[in-house]
């Protein structure tokens, strides 16, 4: 692991969180892959190392915030300070606010908005010192152009984006870069602009932003 970098994705799935888990696994970074299912989990950590990408999992539950400290202290503990941070984790599915029951919409608000502030809160501290570190956002259309049949993820997207704007204005003066990517369509393997590959290109374009932060791209 010595000069690597250390990513670390929260909500790790076979579309975006393998592509990102890609592209930065063989620009150097070592992939720490946080989620929920252990079998999936097991599945990505193989794929990967077949394609020589180093990648650890760590099994964490994004709706629960104590779930999200303790699996980030130990990335830290057993691989080193996060210098990327990722949040993926989304709940989604078709809700209508006319009839979603209120413990849902507040689970769904767990994985969809807070789960990202929390694990902000519990890597910052270290990038702050450190005077670097990158914390990003997977965002979504519903953020700014609505839809009822998607009224709990819509929310939620509105939320993050909020989330990342003020994070990002806390952080910046630090020298630590919050940002999101809003991703304007559904993601689908075989779409030319909205599939995983495409999608984590964007993420390394603010990768590579040594100056003039940008807060948000929108896809």
């Known amino acids: 692991m010595e ?92 809700t209508h606010l006319s009839e979603i029951q209120v413990d849902k919409l507040v689970d769904d608000f767990r994985v969809n908005v807070v789960g990202a502030i929390v694990a902000a809160q519990e890597v910052l501290p270290a990038m702050q010192d450190n005077k670097a570190g990158k914390i990003f956002f997977t965002g979504g259309g519903l953020s700014l152009n609505p839809n009822f049949q998607y009224g709990s993820l819509g929310i939620g997207k509105a939320g993050l984006r909020n989330a990342a704007y003020c994070l990002h204005q806390e952080a910046r003066a630090k020298g630590v870069h919050v940002a999101t990517v809003t991703i304007r369509g559904f993601i689908q393997e075989e779409d030319e602009k909205y599939n995983p590959a495409a999608i984590a290109e964007q993420f390394w374009q603010l990768y590579e932003q040594r100056e003039d932060f940008s807060i948000e791209i929108e896809y």
């Open 3 to 94: 000069n690597k970098k250390i990513l670390t994705i929260i909500g790790m799935g076979d579309k975006n969180g393998l592509a990102l888990a890609r592209k930065f696994g063989k620009n150097n970074f070592v992939v720490a892959m946080l989620a929920r299912s252990e079998d999936k989990l097991e599945s990505f950590q193989k794929q990967l190392n077949s394609e020589g990408i180093e990648g650890y999992y760590f099994l964490t539950d994004a709706a629960n915030a104590d779930s999200i400290r303790s699996g980030l202290r130990y990335v830290r503990g057993s691989l080193g300070d996060t210098d990327v941070l990722i949040y993926n984790a989304a709940a989604i599915g078709s």
